[in-house]
Structure formats: structure tokens, C-alpha cells
């Protein structure tokens, strides 16, 4: 008879202890949700929650490009979670992987076949690991913009452990993250499609611009809209100087550079000609007769 009741009590205490397991993680789980649910709404995305032994996911829509968002736990972290982003990067065409030099081995990315890459921007290096197959296609895309863009990703909320893979077809980036706040993640996803952006600019290296509203457009030039290269019926940003394809300006009413939203364009090319003096000039009314 006691063992029956000390197994009964036994069979109490696990199920206790489960549901308060459960519980923790049903509350932990949701505040993680609702982070997600508030970044899926803001990008126009598909949310799939999480649940006890399940992490939230959401679909990220940026322009023409598709993104997922992810949380996972680290393991042997004390339960310390790394936030990815996962993003359509069209022109990129080798294997690059930069990472902060404090982050712990396990969250490093693979290097096999990478060389370090070598560059002069004295303040980057103090922080970042370069690796690439083709050290001077990295060289070149890291521009100004695309450096700036990954400092603020580091810095954001937090500076933390943070590694940014780029590969044919793909810009992935992970960082060790604390908070489940949803304009935390949504600040999180912003800053990774500004460097999806600088990413597409530094590789456009075809778009040289002259002085006035003329632009000199050649082979390699893309739409930053739709990809396809930029052929005929061109606009340019007023603002910031980016070319688009005409039907794709129209159809989204503004720039679509991160950050810019100018609505304002203008055409390309040699300004026309100015007509004849007595074609320009206005006809001269005649002048109303004195009253007498």
C-alpha cells in the first residue's frame, strides 16, 4: 500500500513539475510570438508561431526580395538565443563570411575553402574577420555604405557576437540576442534590408553619374526594383541619384533605396535642344485702344 502511495506521488510531483516547465515555456513562447507577429505585420509577412517545443518563424517580404527571420537557443549558452535573417542577395557571386572577433567559436561560420581578405579601412579591421573565395569582389562591395550598414547591425540593440555569410543567391545574418521586443526585431529586420540594399549599390558598379541630371549607364547596371538590367526607359532618383527601370518607378510611386523615399525623378540624357527665338517667344497682344 505505500508503494502504491508513494508511486502516486511520484506520478504528482512529474506531472507538477511538467506543467510548470510548460508553463515557463508557454510564457517565454509568447512573448517571442508576439515579437514576430509585430515584425511579420510591419514587413507584410507570414507569421508561424512558436510553441513548447517549437521556435516562431516569419516570412519577410523587401521589395522584390524574400526573407525569413528566425530564433534559435545556442546551445551550452544558458539559454541565450541567436536571431537570423535569411535574405534573397541576387548579384552577389562568391563565398564571403564576416564575422565580429570576439564571437565564440561554435558561432563561427565555416571557412573551408575562404582566405582572409586583406583591405586598409584601419577602423573595420579592428573589429571584423574578412574570409572570401574571391577577395577582390568582397573588397569592392564592402563600400562605404555596406561597412556603416554592418557596424549599426552590431551595434543594435546591443554590440554583441553577430556573422554575416554571403553566398550566390543569399545574405544570411545572426546575432546573439536577449530581448523579445517586437520594435527590437523590427529595427533588427530594417537595418538588414539597409545592407541588403548597400549590398545591391556596391555591386551596380556600372552606374557612373556626371555632373547635371545626366547619367551614363553601361552594361552591368541593374533596377533595384525588379533586377533586370537597366536598358531603356531609365528614371533617376532626384535624391540619391538611383537609376530605375520607368514602369517600376510608377508602379511603387518612390525610390525604392532604403532610407531615401524620394518621390521625385528625372529623365536621363541630353537635355533638348532650345527652340528658335521666334518660336519661343510668346506672341505680343496688342494693346488695348485709348478711352476717349
Excluded at 565564440?104 to 579601412?121: I, M, N, T
Excluded at 579591421?125 to 574570409?131: G, P
Excluded at 573565395?133 to 554592418?150: K, P, Q, T, Y
Aim: glycine letters at 8%.
Amino acid at each position: 500500500m505505500e508503494v502504491v502511495v508513494l508511486a502516486i506521488l511520484f506520478v504528482a510531483f512529474i506531472l507538477a513539475a511538467a506543467i510548470v516547465i510548460a508553463a515557463q515555456a508557454g510564457s517565454q513562447s509568447s512573448g517571442w510570438n508576439q515579437a514576430f507577429e509585430h515584425a511579420a505585420r510591419r514587413f507584410h509577412g507570414r507569421l508561424t508561431r512558436g510553441g513548447w517545443f517549437s521556435q516562431p518563424s516569419a516570412w519577410i517580404q523587401h521589395g522584390e526580395a524574400a526573407g525569413r527571420l528566425t530564433v534559435n537557443k545556442l546551445p551550452r549558452s544558458g539559454g541565450e538565443r541567436c536571431l537570423q535573417m535569411t535574405i534573397q542577395q541576387r548579384d552577389f557571386r562568391s563565398k564571403c563570411e564576416i564575422y565580429y572577433y570576439q564571437t565564440r567559436p561554435e558561432l563561427q561560420p565555416g571557412s573551408r575553402g575562404l582566405s582572409a581578405v586583406e583591405f586598409d579601412w584601419e577602423e573595420f579591421r579592428t573589429r571584423w574577420h574578412v574570409l572570401a573565395s574571391d577577395g577582390d569582389e568582397v573588397r569592392h562591395v564592402l563600400s562605404d555604405g555596406v561597412r556603416l550598414a554592418i557596424d549599426h547591425l552590431w551595434r543594435q540593440p546591443v554590440p554583441s557576437e553577430i556573422t554575416f555569410s554571403l553566398s550566390p543567391g543569399w545574405l544570411v545574418v545572426r546575432k546573439v540576442w536577449s530581448t523579445p521586443r517586437g520594435v527590437d526585431l523590427e529595427e533588427f529586420v530594417e537595418r538588414v534590408c539597409a545592407l541588403h540594399d548597400q549590398l545591391n549599390l556596391a555591386a551596380a558598379a556600372g552606374i557612373e553619374f556626371i555632373a547635371g541630371d545626366e547619367a551614363q549607364l553601361l552594361d552591368a547596371a541593374r533596377c533595384g526594383v525588379c533586377g533586370d538590367n537597366l536598358a531603356s526607359e531609365i528614371v533617376v532618383c532626384k535624391r540619391c541619384n538611383t537609376p530605375h527601370h520607368r514602369d517600376c518607378w510608377e508602379y511603387g510611386g518612390l525610390c525604392a533605396t532604403y532610407g531615401c523615399g524620394s518621390r521625385e525623378c528625372f529623365y536621363p540624357g541630353v537635355a533638348p535642344l532650345a527652340a528658335p527665338h521666334w518660336e519661343s517667344r510668346p506672341a505680343r497682344e496688342p494693346r488695348p485702344a485709348k478711352p476717349r
